[in-house]
Each structure stands twice: as C-alpha cells, then as structure tokens.
Nanobody
C-alpha cells in the first residue's frame, strides 16, 4: 500500500487546516496520523478503524482535530481546528496490516512521505 499525503501548509494560530492521505489500493486496515517535530520522536495524533466505528486521539489534539475516512476514495482525512504553534511538525499518514487501532508507530507497516504543517503565532 502506498500512501500520499497532501494539504499541508501555513496557517495562523487559531486557524484550521485539513490534510488528506490517499492510499493506492482499497484497504480495510486501521489508519493513523502521526507527526514529528525536528529532533523529536514520531508522535501519535489520531487513528480510525476501517468501519469508522472507532477513533482515537492524542490528548493534545482531542476536541480540536477530527479524523475521517472515505473508503470509496481510499482516502483518510485529518481536519485540524484551533491550531497552536506546537501543532507545527510534519504530519505522516500510516496504515496497519490489521484492522485494530494502535497508537504505536512501530505497529504501522505503511507510511506516507509526510506533509508539512506550519502554524505561525
């Protein structure tokens, strides 16, 4: 499975931005978004099951971010609202080989190349 992110960019603090992740094939896998700031480890942001019955968010983004998927388009979305400067790093889309959500990046087999989100103060 190949994953391609899009939609990153520059936004002011308090603003909103959406990023997308298109998969090369239809998948029933759990999908997730992670982010990594320079010099830091990859951090879990949000994940969603194939059935969309379950979602999970990092405490730092809960209530501000929303993950969704459109299986007809093989695409996962992350809508980010109320952005803060600490939301700035590169965002990565990932897919598991399982239908079960995980917050651990080591449990995701497929990764996109990343898309930069920059939040200015």
């Amino acid at each position: 499975v190949q994953l391609v992110e899009s939609g990153g960019g520059l936004v002011q603090a308090g603003g909103s931005l959406g990023v997308s992740c298109a998969a090369s094939t239809q998948t029933t896998a759990a999908m997730g978004w992670f982010r990594r700031a320079p010099g830091k480890e990859r951090e879990f942001v949000a994940a969603i099951t194939w059935t969309r019955a379950f979602t999970r968010y990092a405490d730092s983004v809960k209530g501000r971010f929303a993950i969704a998927r459109d299986d007809a388009k093989n695409t996962v979305y992350l809508q980010m609202n109320g952005l803060k400067t600490q939301d700035t790093p590169v965002y990565y889309c990932a897919a598991r080989s399982s239908t079960i959500i995980s917050i651990s990046p080591s449990e995701y087999a497929y990764w996109g190349q990343g898309t930069q989100v920059t939040v200015s103060s």
